[in-house]
């Protein structure tokens, strides 16, 4: 990632300030009562995790009871990982099968992330829709990925999920008390929890001014906790519409509010904005933590929280078939592209043609078995570029890059 491609860069009215406002007010709560008898402190406790809840969506927690060894040893890991060639990294990436793994082509809003990733299911299989048709009640299991080095990778991601799904156990026991519920009231909905750890890897970006390492979005799930180095870079949108930087707090959480609570509390709790910023010669670490429930849930405003008064604000849809059908419409995208490119005049689509040295591209000469075939195709690769030898020969050490063409329309084929 040295030299910017234009798919990273940010369109002008949400590309990050060089200056930026610190997130004063940011509410840092002490779990510590949790750890204790003392009834008045758990009550003042439950004000606080309501109040940051329905002011900022976001807050920060201290004492949370995850040892510190665990989290340090994840965050080690995580760096050796990266630290890899990407040859290493690829040998466990991400397809449209094998979901789980390594990815470097993350997009937000049809901008490329600043940012490679891990993804890891904390319970294995993970179960998800075959498909988001109400009918089909096909459901796919997904496997993780381990790669072969740091070996002792797997054995800390399980011990880490562990301690982060305690850890949101305990703050929606909190969340379900600051709505005036039992302390149980969400258990039931995580029974078989389809929850993810990702390790995320920012590298040092040349033009910070103009690339994100997420552009702004809010998380679909119910709760993120996330871990953040010393070098921080996330920033929330504040109710007044201003971006302010949350800054790290060490051995720390952020915990933020996710859509799925802002469903469930009716909108008393509100999901946020938020985005991450890179740095110019910093490279930069997190470890989010994705507690989602289990894919048979239903979503819908909970009907303690509703009455004639405050009527539900939404319509119940099953979360397992809601994430497929985001992952549809991911294929519809390219599906469509993919038209709009077919339909252009071979004038045009010659203009990105495969050649001898350039292998990826737009092709209409295609054989099998030394017959023509009936079609055209476009050629592209994920992993762009790709590192091949220049030659069959043993001895010849050169290495060639294959690099990816792209058509003017449609612009959003990349």
Known sequence: MGKVDPAFIQEPEHRPRISYIEGEGFPLIDLSPLHSNNVSAIEGLVKEVGKACKEWGFFQVINHGVPLEKRQKIDSDSRKFFEQSLEEKRKVRRTEKLVLGYYDTEHTKNVRDWKEVFDIAVEEPALIPASPDPDDKEITELYNQWPEYPPELRETCQDYGQEM?????????????????????????????????????YPPCPTPELALGVGRHKDGGALTILAQDDVGGLEVKRKDGEWVRVKPTPDAYIVNVGDIIQVWSNDKYESVEHRV?????????????????????????????????????????????????????????????????????????????????????????????????????????????VTVPASPEPDDEEVTEWKNQWPKYPPELR
């Open 277 to 385: 910023m890179v740095n110019s010669e910093k490279e930069r670490f997190s470890l989010p933590f994705f507690f989602n429930p289990a894919h048979y849930t239903i979503i819908k405003p909970l009907e303690e929280l509703t009455n004639e008064q405050n009527p539900a604000k939404y319509r119940a849809y099953n979360w397992g078939k809601f994430t497929a059908s985001r992952r549809r419409k991911k294929r519809e995208k390219i599906y469509s592209a993919s038209r709009k490119f077919s339909a252009l005049s071979a004038e045009e689509k010659s203009k990105v043609r495969k050649s001898e040295k350039k292998v990826y591209g737009h092709y209409d000469n295609e054989h099998a078995k030394n017959v023509k075939d009936w079609r055209e195709v476009f050629d592209f690769t994920i992993n762009d570029p």
């Open 165 to 201: 799904v305690k850890l949101a156990c305990k703050l929606f026991e909190l969340i379900a008390l600051s709505l005036g519920l039992p302390a149980d009231r969400f258990h039931s909905f995580f029974k078989d929890h389809n929850s993810l750890i990702r390790l995320n890897h």
